[in-house]
């Protein structure tokens, strides 16, 4: 139960209100939108992206990506911090706790 609780209060990731994340059919990849311009995603960004939806931690994203891209949690996980940072740092994401 401890553990449950302490999942709770690590921050949760999402797209910040002023982008658009989405599919672009045309463009064959995860696209994020702003009033100024679109920025096309390679397939690792679009995939980290599609996981920030208010609800998935860190941990969360690392797991299910190293399913999908059968690689282990540890080599993963500082790519995808790095990559949240930077994100988050651009302002295309947002922490929530």
């Known amino acids: ?3 449950s609780n302490n ?6 990731f999402r797209i910040a209100p ?3 994340f989405r599919w672009e059919e045309s463009q064959q990849a995860f696209v994020l939108m702003y009033p100024e311009g679109i920025v096309k ?5 679009g995939e980290i992206l599609n996981r920030c ?4 931690t860190l941990s969360d994203i690392v797991l299910e990506l190293s399913e999908l891209f059968s690689e282990q949690p ?3 996980e500082p790519r995808v ?4 940072e930077v ?3 651009k302002g295309w994401i947002q922490s929530e706790s």
Do not use: K, Y
């Open 1 to 3: 139960m401890a553990d």
């Open 7 to 12: 999942h709770n209060s690590l921050p949760r």
């Open 18 to 20: 002023v982008f658009m």
């Open 41 to 45: 995603l390679n397939t690792t960004a």
């Open 53 to 56: 939806n208010g609800l998935n």
């Open 74 to 76: 540890d080599f993963i």
């Open 81 to 84: 911090r790095q990559f949240l």
């Open 87 to 89: 994100c988050h740092g």
